[in-house]
T-cell receptor, first 108, second 114 residues
């Protein structure tokens, strides 16, 4: 089976840095994706790590350690619009398995 | 480009009724998929397709049928609706490189079964 664990909720203030962790137990693992979803809207792709290390895309960075079955999403210079749910998802052959999501609440 | 479109946006069904959720994409993606999202459960894969004429089951396929006669369309059929199928349904598409790591999602269909 496939399972991913991430915290259910994280809170932070504007301008701060927040890290959302994800641990996974999956077979046929190709890589780890991250998605953002605002208030029940369509999930949108943020980043993907196929190899160990850090990938940076603007204010967002994502990290993967295959040996630890662990990854994280780092959000810097938090803005109010970053309040959303964030999902990690493991990529296998032609399938994507999602974690249950982390709700990020950014306060002024 | 419209991206991924889904119809209807909202639907209420009675137990035992059948219906088809429509999904279309105009990005010429080979890969398409259907997910359901329930509160606190993340997105769970129902069915997916790696190209026209090819479909496969995901994590929660029971009670749903799919077909893929064209690259653009991937309808999801509920055979006999049950209250447990009350959910938000998302269709997604992707380039097919075997990983499906970057998927483009439609706006969703909110289904209530009474």
């Amino acid at each position: 089976g496939q399972s991913l664990e991430q915290p259910s909720e994280v809170t932070a203030v504007e301008g701060a840095i927040v890290q959302i962790n994800c641990t996974y137990q999956t077979s046929g693992f190709y890589g780890l994706s991250w998605y953002q979803q605002h208030d029940g809207g369509a999930p949108t792709f943020l980043s993907y790590n196929a190899l160990d290390g850090l990938e940076e895309t603007g204010r967002f960075s994502s990290f993967l350690s295959r040996s630890d079955s662990y990854g994280y999403l780092l959000l810097q210079e938090l803005q109010m619009k970053d309040s959303a749910s964030y999902f990690c998802a493991s990529s296998g052959y032609s399938t994507l398995t999602f974690g249950k999501g982390t709700m990020l609440l950014v306060s002024p | 480009n419209a991206g991924v479109t889904q119809t209807p946006k909202f639907q209420v069904l009675k137990t035992g009724q059948s219906m088809t959720l429509q999904c279309a994409q105009d990005m010429n993606h080979e890969y398409m998929s259907w997910y359901r999202q329930d509160p606190g459960m993340g997105l769970r894969l129902i069915h997916y397709s790696v190209g026209a004429g090819i479909t496969d089951q995901g994590e929660v396929p029971n009670g749903y049928n799919v077909s893929r006669s064209t690259t653009e369309d991937f309808p999801l059929r509920l055979l006999s609706a049950a209250p447990s199928q009350t959910s938000v349904y998302f269709c997604a598409s992707s380039y097919s490189d075997g990983t499906a790591y970057e998927q483009y999602f439609g706006p969703g269909t909110r289904l209530t079964v009474t």
